[in-house]
């Protein structure tokens, strides 16, 4: 066995919670977490909870560096070790390899283990497929110096509902966002814990473990469609496969919205209002006020009579694909912490952070998932 050579030689319950922007979400969009252990060094070994871990190669140190450390590639797991010609050294997320027979950059690699392990199933994925790279997980790729580190794509993007994540296959590494992390938050699949197996003293997290072969490849009908009505970043990833609805029309449910088709008009997309099956509080609608310097922009949604959104939000929904995605808003904005603002449209939610730099101001919440965990009757 390879390994062995290298060292020798869920669902919400249904109908709860209706009306309210499940906590956990709005939390996930504000702050991040960050866990923190206690280590005791013992030379090059360090001991975490009883598992091992240990200082990167000083060989392989500026190239770890440069491809992220840690934070990317996961902590060292192994010794550096010696295969064939190769040096190389086993990280949580990678193998990271050199060649001393090659010079300069051209010495290091990533060892492809996706490939060397058929960590996508092989009779899954299309033959002479040239697989595109997911948009959310491109800035990774990029930071890998693409094909170089990353490899060759294995397979597209694939949904993988046993683990709660979307995910796609490299030759040299992995990429993964779990359903309910916000958008652009890309990790690496353990891909070296996975190779290193019970050799190795380390138990990566469960949501990081590679299961390809259980995933399934994601349709997406809507994405040219998405992408030319200026809706591609605020859908957000798809969640699940395109369906067909008791009408007949083409569903699909992403990140923060549902898009669908209707039977009889198969070439326009739209989407679902889901304030009524979420329960959202709608408000009723209020006089225009007659203040010239309204800081807002008024929304009339009836004779009149409407509701008003701040600048920034405007501007988001008119670089959005406009007001017939975003149908009429459910209220005025909401203050739901200081500074931190939620307000509802009929088709999706968004929260406005005033303090923030105007560029981060306005973020969509993933009412796709809460949809999706909890479905109308």
Do not use: H, W
Not at 48 to 67: G, Q, T
Not at 166 to 173: A, L
Not at 323 to 345: A, K
Not at 358 to 374: F, H, N, S, T
């Amino acid at each position: 066995m390879f390994m062995r050579d290298l060292f020798v030689s869920g669902k919400a319950g249904k109908n709860a919670n209706r009306g309210v922007i499940y906590p956990v979400v709005l939390i996930l969009l504000l702050i991040g977490l960050l866990s923190t252990g206690c280590a005791q060094q013992t030379g090059e070994q360090t001991e975490i909870s009883s598992i091992s871990i240990y200082e990167v190669a000083p060989v392989f140190r500026e190239f770890y560096a440069v491809l992220g450390g840690e934070t990317v590639l996961g902590p060292a797991i192994s010794q550096r070790f010696s295969y064939e010609e190769l040096t190389c050294q086993y990280t949580a997320n990678a193998l990271l390899c050199q060649d001393p027979l090659k010079s300069g950059t051209e010495r290091f690699l990533l060892y492809p283990l996706g490939r060397l392990y058929e960590l996508f199933d092989p009779d899954n994925a299309k033959a002479g497929e040239d697989y595109g790279v997911y948009e959310a997980f491109q800035p990774m790729v990029d930071r890998l110096s693409g094909e170089r580190y990353a490899g060759e794509a294995l397979s597209g993007l694939l949904v993988n509902p046993e683990k709660n994540r979307v995910e796609q296959y490299f030759e040299n590494v992995g990429f993964y966002s779990l359903l309910n992390d916000p958008r652009g938050d890309v990790k690496l699949l353990a891909y070296g814990a996975y190779a290193c197996d019970d050799l190795c003293d380390y138990a990566p997290a469960a949501e990081s473990i590679p299961t390809g072969s259980t995933a399934i490849p994601i349709e997406q009908p809507f994405l040219a469609k998405l992408k030319r009505s200026g809706l591609a970043a605020l859908a957000g990833q798809p969640l699940g496969q395109p369906y067909k609805t008791a009408d007949g029309a083409l569903e699909q449910v992403y990140m923060n919205v549902v898009v669908f088709s209707p039977e009889d008009e198969p070439d326009k997309i739209f989407l679902r209002p889901i304030d009524e099956p979420l329960g959202m509080t709608v408000e009723e609608p209020q006089t225009r006020r007659k203040k010239k310097d309204n800081p807002e922009v008024f929304y009339e949604t009836s004779k009149g009579k409407g509701f008003y959104v701040p600048l920034r939000v405007d501007r988001f929904i008119r670089n959005n694909g406009g007001r017939r995605f975003s149908g009429d808003p459910l209220s005025n904005p909401v203050e739901i912490e200081t500074g931190v603002f939620q307000q509802c449209f009929d088709s999706y939610c968004l929260l406005y952070l005033s303090e923030m730099d105007k560029a981060e101001q306005v973020r969509v919440i993933p009412l796709g998932l809460q949809y999706l965990q909890d479905p109308p009757d």
